[in-house]
């Protein structure tokens, strides 16, 4: 297993379109979440999934936002109607239950630029 | 309110110092904390884990403790190289049911100067 993997690295997009980001997370990892960050920012919390069900999902996330995870495997996140604010880098993460001392294990990120 | 805050400064040090990073947090009782290390245009990657009833930890060149009166944390990278160079976060895990839930801090940029 060569850990969480994200496609792609690198999105540009024009207002309005919709994109599809994917991760790949550890195969034994039950716990998947999804963050965004922008520059000089903390990770943010937008959603997380316990196998295939989706747990929480930030208030702060507009209905635009949608993530789902079938079969518990990979991951997609969708961005609907695409706004320039939503430039940022899109990070994947994956743990084993509450094995908090091992932390999360994020993957490169998918950087999403809105023009 | 609630606020996590790490060192707002970037910090520079010579090769060879001590870097100590500070994590101060109010208005929350975590559970666990901890430090991941962050370089450009990556995703973060876990360094410790120190838990409420745990006052230090340590790995190889990196130490961690953790005040819960203070509600500080203090990450220490000693004898420090220039590879060192990164930004570091902090981040509380609070307990929200059967949940886990982390909350960041925003990083410190540390630069080790050779």
């Known amino acids: 297993d060569t850990g969480v993997s994200q496609d792609p690295r690198h999105k540009i997009t024009k207002r309005g379109q919709n994109v599809t980001f994917r991760c790949d997370p550890i195969s034994e990892h039950n716990r998947l979440y999804w963050y965004r960050q922008t520059l000089g920012q903390g990770p943010e919390f937008l959603t997380y999934f316990q196998n295939e069900a989706q747990l929480e999902k930030s208030r702060l996330l507009s209905d635009r936002f949608s993530a789902e995870r079938p079969k518990g495997s990979f991951s997609t996140l969708e961005i609907q109607r695409t706004e320039q604010g939503d430039s940022a880098m899109y990070l994947c993460?994956?743990?084993?239950?509450?094995?908090?001392?091992?932390?999360?294990?994020f993957g490169s990120g998918t950087r999403l630029t809105v023009v | 309110s609630q606020k996590i805050e790490q060192n707002s400064e970037a910090l520079n040090i010579q090769e060879g110092k001590t870097a100590t990073l500070t994590c101060n947090y109010t208005n929350y009782s975590p559970a666990y904390l901890q430090w991941y290390r962050q370089d450009p245009g990556r995703g973060p990657v876990f360094l410790l884990l120190?838990?409420?009833n745990e006052k230090e930890k340590r790995k190889e060149r990196l130490k961690v403790t953790f005040d819960t009166t203070l509600k500080q944390s203090l990450f220490h990278i000693t004898a420090s190289q220039p590879a060192d160079s990164a930004t570091y976060l902090c981040a509380l895990g609070l307990n929200a049911g059967n949940n886990r839930k982390l909350i960041w801090g925003l990083g410190t940029s540390l630069a080790v100067n050779p």
């Open positions: 993460a994956s743990s084993f239950g509450d094995r908090e001392s091992s932390g999360y294990t």
């Open positions: 120190i838990r409420e």
